[in-house]
């Protein structure tokens, strides 16, 4: 199995980080390259990028029906070519009200956002029978996201993971094309969460397709977290995770067993 991930909103200035992506068997990706590249060709596109789509359609004069049609066609890809997309998503004003030994102990809210992600994908793994393991793609960006997965390798799996995942690749879209889809996933599911907290818009089309699709083919796993949710974080963080398992749903479980085990915040 693969899974191919990107992210949206890692920038200073954006109120939402997000990371995002979808998983599927080696099978599926084929048939999901041919028909996306398919899609592409036909409008004459060497490739998507979700934050240059608007402009270029915008200076390309596409009309409101041409623009709704190729975004069907692509939508209606991912549900049928994918097995299930992850998602995980984080305020930016909530993070940065964290105390700073917290935010110190987490990085950044691309740190933040992996964890939520891999932790989504690992409790959906617990319940798929496969005889492959899981590879995961990321797109790089720059090197910070290398040492964040080379941490995590080392530190993590062999505790929480179980041998499901068998390794991490870095690239970019023009080496792993299949990473257009998760950028897909990705500026939309971070625009759908900006513009609900900050705007007035409307639901993009986008995800009203997506949702359509994942109550009659698949899933899209996501944790989104706000000032809510993060209220009692840094009390948690300061406990064993064995007694904190104990009384806490296991939704809200998803940092690293590591990150708080016998650590006292300075």
């Given amino acids: 199995m693969r899974g191919y991930f990107d992210e949206s909103g890692t920038h200073d200035q954006s109120r939402v980080t997000t990371i995002a992506g979808w998983v599927a068997t080696t099978e599926m990706w084929r048939k999901c390259l041919v028909e996306w590249q398919a899609a592409l060709d036909k409008k004459g596109l060497l490739r998507f990028h979700g934050s240059e789509f608007d402009y270029f359609t915008r200076q390309n004069k596409w009309s ?24 995980g998503s984080v305020v930016t004003s909530a993070y940065e009200k964290l105390p700073e030994w917290v935010r110190e102990k987490i990085r950044s809210r691309y ?9 989504k994908l690992m409790k959906k793994m617990k319940n798929i029978i496969s005889n492959d393991a899981l590879v995961l ?32 690749f870095f690239g970019s879209k023009e080496k792993f094309p299949l990473l257009q889809t998760a950028d897909f996933l990705v500026y939309e599911m971070n625009k759908w969460i900006d513009n609900a907290l900050y705007s007035d818009k409307p639901v993009r089309p986008q995800i009203e397709m997506l949702a359509k699709g994942r109550k009659k083919l698949h899933s899209i796993y996501y944790g989104y977290h706000d ?7 840094p009390a948690i963080l300061e406990q ?26 300075k």
């Fill in 137 to 168: 793609t990321f797109e790089q960006k720059d090197d910070e996201m290398g040492r964040i997965l080379e941490s995590f390798k080392k530190d993590y799996i062999a505790h929480d993971y179980h041998n499901q995942l068998d390794g991490f």
């Fill in 64 to 87: 409101a029906e041409e623009y709704s049609a190729f975004i069907e066609e692509l939508t209606g890809i991912l549900p049928k070519r994918t097995g299930f997309g992850v998602s």
């Fill in 227 to 233: 000032e809510e949710t993060l209220a009692g974080f």
């Fill in 240 to 265: 064993d995770r064995e007694e904190v398992v104990a009384g806490m749903p296991s939704d809200l479980i998803w940092w690293p067993a590591s990150w708080h085990r016998n650590y006292t915040p």
């Fill in 111 to 119: 740190h933040f956002c992996f964890h939520v992600v891999m932790h």
